[in-house]
């Protein structure tokens, strides 16, 4: 029971957590899918949708402003998230978009209407487009990678016998597998109490 009510408390926080607001939310029909609407336009032509992905490009039209969008799952807070894509999709909205805000590589979420599918050229190929007119759009930015840490070249690690100054480091001159034009050598005498490399 106790792990029922933690459960459902998460679920309360998850669903608190989205970038769009909640009144977008209850009319946006969340089953329908860019392949369902690239099979079958003419069944889901004024549905409202949720979707999201990566920002290809910005067209900037006389009428009209065009992003093109290639699809990713969302996350818990409805924001894009890495994995494979069912394809590309277009928001095209009647208001100017800034296409230095809308650029290429951002992530954005967008809740609109199912305008139709129209075929448009990816190279020399044709390509089934939906076309979503926007009821409202967040950005988001992909957050940062932190690099896993080499902790062998930081103290205490770098002075054993696996870092930078250690006799299994082949880029040193202590070390039984090449010469390097460091001067450093390991203070151990040879053998070393581990076995080297295979």
């Known amino acids: 029971m106790k792990n029922l009510i933690l459960v459902l408390a998460a679920l309360v926080v998850f669903a608190g957590c989205s970038v769009m607001p909640k009144t977008i939310l209850k009319e946006v029909d969340r089953d329908i899918t ?10 889901f032509v ?3 949708v949720l979707w999201g992905g990566k920002i290809l490009g910005t067209d900037n039209l006389e009428e009209h402003t065009e992003i093109e969008v290639l699809e990713s799952s969302l996350g818990y807070d409805d924001t894009p998230a890495n994995g494979t894509s069912k394809g590309r999709f277009i928001i095209q909205s ?15 979420t967008v809740a609109g209407t199912i305008k139709g599918v129209e075929v448009r ?20 930015e992909q ?11 930081y103290p205490p690690y770098m002075y054993g016998p696996y870092g930078p100054y250690g006799p299994y480091n082949p880029f040193y001159p202590s070390s039984p597998y090449g010469p390097t034009p460091y001067p450093y050598r390991y203070p151990y005498p040879w053998p070393y109490p581990y076995p080297p490399f295979p």
Do not use: C, W
């Open 121 to 140: 050229k990816i190279g020399k190929s044709d390509y089934r487009y939906p076309i979503i007119t926007p009821i409202d759009m967040r950005l988001s």
């Open 94 to 108: 009647k208001q100017f978009l800034d296409s230095n805000i809308y650029k290429a590589n951002k992530r954005i």
């Open 46 to 48: 004024g549905k409202r």
């Open 34 to 43: 860019l392949d369902m609407v690239r099979s079958r336009p003419e069944q």
């Open 143 to 153: 957050p940062p990678q932190t690099p896993y840490p080499d902790y062998y070249n």
